[in-house]
């Protein structure tokens, strides 16, 4: 018995002894990707000698003799620091991920193709101007540097995430750089699922003025009553296809129209600034991830030092600040996507009807590489006004007539696209006048720039603004005929029609994703914006002060205020603060009560330590699912954020539209009051259940996690825990320091999925004093100290310095590479 005793303890031993081996050997494997930051390297590529210092946030700062040599250094720190993500994006926008993933990519895939993102790419290398040519050819140089070094040093494949997924990477060229600007169109495009919202919800609520209820016109002038959807189509509706929405998975860029980008940009010209010099403060929002789209890079041109964020495999700085000029943005709202609906030759459904007649599609097949299965090969199909897309693409097959396809008409799919030109000579501008000169190239996907020099703010839509016929049947709101003529698009307006403010009187000036002009169709931007609230809590910090300062913007940039609570929650409890005597401890009355209480005493302060906010938010979802489910039924699920426009007019009774109060299916009418108190017990429910009933201890921060999670291996048992950063925020949907909620009805509603990656205030008397964050940190390998250093400071709404001096930068160096040329 002792020798069978001591058997076990020896094959216990060894086990632990093999486990261990096995851990160190895989850990010394995915350590030889970590970067050795301090080197001197032989590249062929570049002129003269290039020195990149780093740090201590990691912040790259490149100095080279020529400005080629510049972008070669940031490509290849880009590729030492995200190649994975880098691959990744390229990977996503040339439709092959199935060539890695499998089946689980395959829809994405299919529509990436289908809208040829990379081609027009490769077709838009020949019209950037040669400055620009010069420097993405340098960057990718620098790119594929990095990746022979990997090669002829056996440098861990260059990322952890390559021993799992081993797939060849091909040299970087200049069209990659490119298509990556196209793939962030994708993620911020959100007029085409719009304009199918609309159609399918106009089929469900046929009144013109109920739809006007649950999908409301931002304030402002209104318009003309249109045609409901049903009319304009001869055909019967219904679903023609099933197949998977790939908008669902994580490695999908087709995002639900609530995360389709939003920002917060403002300025301050030298009178309204404490200091005499202007302030610009720029927080541009995107889904959250590790690592972060983000990162942070300085690059001293020969016509001086640039620093801001970058997105790894674009060699531009695409905000941030020079020695003379700041530039920030924020998504425009711009309506440049247009669906149509082309009748199919009954008699050749190869053809479809155009003003002239039948004309066939412009055709041609593509293979999609599948691992692990036989390759499909699709064939794509144009018409005149686009590419044709699936049925399951954000439903579309719900309002495709029958005998029909849908089409895309989008400014992203221009063959001459130079935005990449517009994005790097924004960098070599002096002035507010050259910056807006330099946009004028800027195609898609539409931003709204904010500019500022010593002297003048100014802000302007930049991006290709569609020409459209007055007459058009539904002025782009929802999915129109394609063979008709009214329908179709004219070309683009002049850049000229743009909207831009420059210089304005008060001094002060901002964009919120709100809207900003009012004019008339068809000269509008656009039917929906991405903002109807944040914007009064700006135009109140902005206005409580004669001047400002650097430090009045980062409050105003941390704010956490909800205007939305402080306005709605007076509306919808008005009968129910106070309704006679204390119920009985332990009932729903009580709980009410209690809750009723605590929200009676709150500011709107969506902090992540206090109980309301949870209190208030799960009110809200509850109280609109309420008032639409038994009025639109499943599709109830697609308004899967609370928006307060339609709350306000339900609850205000604007013409008419308390009527959704009363639930159809019942005998009695119910009230608004009614509603209201039924949301409370459905949402005090709800808490209960995941929380407990101690509404007192409550925190938001516990719901409202921000959810930086790597798409590819976040989901992954135990590794999970190591690449995954979380972490309790305060803020909200409609706050500030936005905190896009993930909605829904799933079990974490209020999860933080979509918020501000990068955050920068630049203060022009004191450039130096200029700072700047990302969410998580510059490396994108989970071993390294610098994964997530940056995420605490920015979860406390700190920032690092943004400073152009060369010896501050040394000073607290992480490492010195130097890249000299072969041969010297």
Known sequence: MAGLFR??????????????????????????????????????????????????????????????????????????DRLWQMVMLRRTVQGRLSEVFGARTIEIDKVLRRLDMYGLARQSVAVQDARTMAALEAYAAGINARLKEINDEALGRGAPEMFLFNTPIAPWQPADSIAIIKLMAVQLSGHLEHEVLRARTSLAVPDPAR????????????????????????????????????????????????????SNAWAAAPKRSASGGTLLANDPHLGFSAPAIWYLARMELQSGGIIGGTIPGVPAVMVGRSAKLGWGITSSYLDDQDVFMEELNAANPE????????????????????????????????????????????????????????????????????????????MYADSVAEALASAEQYIAPSQNLTVVDQDTIAMKLIGAMPRRDARHQTEGRMPSLGWREENRWQGLLAYSANPEFVAPVGGLLGNTNNKTVDRPFPLHVSHVWGDTQ??????????????????????????????????????IGAELWFTGEAAPDGTPERLRQRALV??????????????????????????QDRLIRDDIGPLANEFDHVNPLFIERVFRDVDGASAWCDIRQSSPVESCVDIARLALDDALVWIEERYGTALESLRWGDAHQATHDHQVL???????????????????????????????????????VHGAGYRGVYDFADPDSSVFVISTGQSGHFLSRHYDDMAQLWRRGEYIPMSLDRDLARAAAVGVTVLRPVGE
Request: aromatic letters at 8%.
């Open 7 to 80: 058997w076990l303890i020896r094959a216990t031993g060894g086990l632990i002894l093999l486990a261990v081996a096995a851990v160190c050997a895989v850990y010394f494997l995915l350590s030889r990707s970590l970067p050795d930051y301090s080197k001197t390297l032989a590249v062929e590529g570049i002129s003269a000698q290039v020195e990149i210092i780093r740090n201590n946030s990691n912040v790259p700062h490149i100095f080279g003799q020529a400005d080629e040599d510049v972008f070669f250094g940031l490509g290849y720190v880009h590729a030492q």
């Open 598 to 623: 605590l929200l009676s005493e709150w500011n709107g302060e969506m902090n992540e330590h206090l109980p309301e906010p949870l209190i208030y938010a799960a009110w809200l979802r509850a109280l």
């Open 351 to 426: 053809e479809y009807r155009t003003p002239d007649g039948f004309k066939p599609f412009v055709t041609r097949k593509s293979i999609i590489e599948i691992k692990d299965q036989n390759p499909v090969t699709l064939t794509l199909r144009w018409s005149d006004n686009g590419p044709i897309l699936p049925g399951s693409h954000y439903d579309l097959a719900e309002v495709t007539p029958a005998g029909h396809v849908a089409a895309l008409n989008w400014t992203a799919l221009n063959p001459e696209d130079t935005t990449m030109s517009a994005a790097i000579g924004l």
């Open 714 to 752: 976040g989901e992954v048992p135990v590794l999970r825990y190591f690449v995954n950063i979380r972490q309790s925020t305060s803020g909200g949907d409609n706050t500030l320091l936005r905190g896009r909620t993930r909605g829904g009805q799933g079990p974490n509603p209020f999860e933080n």
């Open 534 to 571: 944040r914007v009064n809590r700006w135009r109140r910090l902005m206005q409580i002060r004669q001047v400002h300062t650097r430090d009045s913007f980062i409050e105003a940039q941390l704010d956490t205020v909800s205007f939305t609570a402080r306005s709605l929650l007076p509306l």
């Open 211 to 262: 739809l006007a209820d649950i999908l409301p016109d931002a304030p402002g002038s209104g318009i003309a009553a249109l045609s409901d959807y049903a009319s304009l189509m001869d055909a019967p509706m219904g679903r023609q296809v099933a197949s998977a929405e790939p908008s669902g998975e994580p490695l999908s860029p087709f995002k639900r129209r609530a995360f389709a980008g939003a």
